[in-house]
């Protein structure tokens, strides 16, 4: 009771703000990963 006890923000360590910082990376990329199996997979059945 005499000792506060310390608890560390959660602004310190935020995951939603690591995950969005890598957003404008990650989007682009698994956009042309999805558009490059989806015309494999049209041509590969024609």
Known sequence: ?????T???ASDIDPVE???S???LVLPLAGAVLIF???F???SMA
């Open 22 to 24: 890598s957003m404008p």
């Open 18 to 20: 690591s995950v969005v």
């Open 37 to 39: 199996l989806l015309a």
């Open 41 to 43: 997979i049209a041509v």
């Open 1 to 5: 009771m005499s000792s506060p006890t």
């Open 7 to 9: 608890t560390t923000p």
